[in-house]
């Protein structure tokens, strides 16, 4: 089981900029596909962004591409998520996820299903206000 543990969150001004992070543990962190999810008040949790293993590949969300950017370093079991040009919709609770083994990368492309993550952090606020 890997353990998930999410810091960065804040309060942001419109068009400010955030680093989240994501420390992960467990002996099987670096051969998983990791992603981040946000929920924001009275809405489902969705999907936000997603690296695969070697942080080769990624996927976004349409709402936050272009602004958003996921990285990991899996020589300090990190994986970060900087956001830039923060919008008053972009608050919320945001979640790390690590993927079930099992799951191929295309399924972390489009529309991405919780079901296919099977470790979560307990999310760490971030809030965007004028």
């Not at 924001?40 to 962004?49: L, N, Q, T």
């Amino acid at each position: 089981q890997v353990q998930l543990v999410e810091s960065g969150g804040g309060l942001v001004q419109p068009g400010d900029s955030l680093t989240l992070s994501c420390t992960a543990s467990g002996p099987t962190v670096t051969s998983r596909q990791m992603a981040w999810f946000r929920q924001a008040p009275g809405k489902e949790r969705e999907f936000v962004a997603a690296i695969t293993q070697n942080g080769g590949s990624t996927s976004y969300a349409g709402p936050v591409k272009a602004r958003f950017t996921v990285s990991r370093d899996n020589d300090r079991n990190t994986v970060n998520l900087h956001m830039n040009n923060l919008k008053l919709e972009d608050t919320a609770v945001y979640y790390c996820a690590a993927a079930k083994p099992s799951v191929p990368w295309r399924r972390l492309i489009g529309v991405v299903q919780e079901r296919d993550f099977d470790s979560w952090g307990r999310g760490t606020q971030v809030t965007v206000s004028s």
